[in-house]
C-alpha cells in the first residue's frame, strides 16, 4: 500500500505497529460504504491490520472491485467479504448484518460511513431531495446501529459513525446536510446510552478532497488538505481494544485532533464536564 508515515501529521495514531502485528487478526469489521474514498480507507486499513473484513456499499460491482484492490495492497493473507446493501433499506442492512453473523459468528467492530450530500450555492426548500439526504445520513446510520449493536453489545465491540465538522457550524445553504448530522450525533450519543457496553464514537474524518467533498464545495479545494489516511489510523487507534481511548464514547471525535495532546490536556475537563457533546449549556 501507498502509506508513508509521513502522510500523517502526528506520529500517535501510526497505524504501523498494527499493521506490523496483525493486531485485528481475528476482529470482525464491517465497514459501510467502502467502495471509495473515505470508507475504502478504513476498510483498506483494517484488512492491512489482519482484520476479517466485510465491505458494504450499494453496488456489487465496484464492492467487488474494492476487494480486489484490497486484497492486492494487504501484505497478509485476509478474509474480505463484500455485501451489497443500500443502508436506507432496512431489510437489506438486516440480512448484512444477518449474513456476517451466521458465517463469522460475531461483530467486533462496525464503521457507518456511507452518506449523502448536495453541493451548498443554493437554498434548499422543502423537497424530496432534501429529505433524501435526511434518510441517507441519519436513517442509513440508525440502520445499521439498530441492527449491529445487539451483536456489538455481545462482544463489547466499538461502533463508529462518520460525521462531519458541519454538525458543529452554521454554513449557508448545507441546511439538509448539516441537519442531518447533528440528528446523528444525537442519534449515537443515545448508542453510548443505550448500549454502554459497546464504544460508539461520532468521528469527523478532516477535510479531505473526495468526490463527495468537491461536489459540496466547488472552488474550495484549497481547504481539502488531510489525507484519507487521516480518518483510517484514527479508526484503528480508537477500536484497537486497548482501552486508552474508551472514555470519548459518545462524543464527537475529530481525526485532526492529536489524540495523546487532547488525552493528556482535556481528558479531565472533558470527562468531569462532560463535552464534546451536543447540547445547550448556559455558565
Known sequence: MSFKIKDLPVTAISPEPYFSGCSFRGKIVVVVGASKGIGYSIASFYALAGATLVIVSRSQKTLDEARDRILSESCTSCDVLALAADTVDTKAIEEVIKKVVEKYGRLDVVVANSGASSPWTKRNKIRNDWWKLMEVNLRGTYNVAHYALPHLTKSKGYFIAVTSMAAQINVPFASAYAVSKVASLGSDASNHTEHPEVKSF??????????????VMPGMESILIDTLQLPAATALKLTDGSGRFDWLSGRFVSANWDLEEVERDWKKDIVNKDFLKTRFTVE
Open 202 to 215: 461520532s468521528l469527523h474524518p478532516g477535510s479531505i478532497k473526495t468526490e463527495g467533498a468537491l461536489g
